[in-house]
Nanobody, 127 residues
Framework: QVHLVQSGGGLVQAGDSLTLSCLVS????????MAWFRQGPGKEREFVAT????????HYAGSVRGRFNISRDNAKNTAYLQLNTLNPEDSGVYYC????????????????????WGQGTQVTVSS
């Protein structure tokens, strides 16, 4: 059974930075394409970023490109999302997700593409 356990998050001020972590157990982490999604209050879950199994390829939502950075450490079975220059519109519950596929799918921005999910972590950005 694959488990994704998230850590990080919290309350920060606009302009601050934050790093989220996603520890994967029960599977071979390097076999998983990883992604991050978020869900703001009253909003649907939206794609944030994805990273290939080897960490070479990444894709970002336009709203976070240049501010957020997705990375992974296969030796530590952990994916990360670094959030920089945060603004209140970045507030929400952030989820990590994984899919055991060889490459990033063309459907990488769709939540249904990922069968494994973390528990979610709250990020609140005050103005």
């Amino acid at each position: 059974q694959v488990h994704l356990v998230q850590s990080g998050g919290g309350l920060v001020q606009a302009g601050d930075s934050l790093t989220l972590s996603c520890l994967v157990s029960g599977g071979v982490f390097s076999s998983y394409v990883m992604a991050w999604f978020r869900q703001g209050p009253g909003k649907e879950r939206e794609f944030v970023a994805t990273i290939s199994r080897d960490g070479v390829s990444t894709h970002y939502a336009g709203s976070v490109r240049g501010r957020f950075n997705i990375s992974r450490d296969n030796a530590k079975n952990t994916a990360y999302l670094q959030l920089n220059t945060l603004n209140p519109e970045d507030s929400g519950v952030y989820y990590c997700a994984g899919n055991m596929v060889p490459f990033i799918s063309k459907y990488f921005s769709q939540a249904t593409n990922y069968p494994y999910w973390g528990q979610g972590t709250q990020v609140t950005v005050s103005s």
